[in-house]
């Protein structure tokens, strides 16, 4: 079946640094999207990515899709403590299943 | 306010005791569905459902059942738990199945 690899599983970061988290599928997805889990919290839409080379923006993030929807990216600029959680990827193949990654979880250093 | 609810938050239990999980949303989502959160397995859809009546396995559907008598509601039941069932449980719906999803506040189950 659809597997959702997500690379790191841990990501330390100094405030104020950037940092990439980056999602690969065994398939092709016809949509792929992102969720931010604050620490004893439930996961959060963040952004839904649809077409093949798709980039959007939001604030300090700014998340991609591969042009081959295979993978994607969540880049987060200037790293703040509010940025502090889990974030998930979540793709979605024809078969409609929505596939998690494990998620990468993220600390700050300040 | 718009919110799916699962109840309980927290649930402690003994191997054998059929217990349920209920998720209730108030958005009119067609879509509904349970995942369980494991550390290093991200999350795991158990079953979905795209309607009322309209149920379907996810990827570990074992030991678990759901129903779909009402639009609103989609409880979780646990007919026999085992240690291995132990988790963090989320409810989760959607407008329909292709869009985003709004989680409830999770359940987390422990099995002794």
């Known amino acids: 079946g659809q597997q959702v690899m997500q690379i790191p599983q841990y990501q330390h970061v100094q405030e104020g640094e950037d940092f990439t988290t980056y999602c690969n599928s065994s398939t092709t997805l016809s949509n792929i999207q992102w969720y931010k889990q604050r620490p004893g919290g439930h996961p959060v839409f963040l952004i839904q990515?649809?077409?093949?080379?798709e980039v959007k923006k939001q604030k300090r993030l700014t998340f991609q899709f591969g042009e081959a929807k295979k993978n994607s990216s969540l880049h987060i600029t200037a790293t703040q403590t509010t940025d502090v959680g889990t974030y998930f990827c979540?793709?979605?193949?024809?078969?409609?299943?929505?596939?998690f990654g494990a998620g990468t979880t993220v600390t700050v250093r300040a | 306010e718009a919110q799916v609810t699962q109840n309980p938050r927290y649930l402690i239990t003994v191997t054998g005791k059929k217990l349920t999980v209920t998720c209730s949303q108030n958005m009119n989502h067609e879509y509904m569905s349970w995942y369980r959160q494991d550390p290093g397995l991200g999350l795991r859809q158990i079953y979905y459902s795209m309607n009322v009546e309209v149920t379907d396995k996810g990827d570990v559907p074992e030991g678990y059942k759901v129903s779909r008598k009402e639009k609103r509601n989609f409880p979780l039941i646990l007919e026999s738990p085992s240690p291995n069932q132990t988790s963090l449980y989320f409810c989760?719906?959607?407008?329909?199945?292709?869009?985003?999803?709004?989680f409830g506040q999770g359940t987390r189950l422990t099995v002794v």
């Open positions: 990515l649809v077409k093949s080379g």
């Open positions: 989760a719906s959607g407008r329909v199945m292709n869009t985003e999803a709004f």
């Open positions: 979540a793709g979605r193949a024809n078969d409609y299943k929505l596939s």
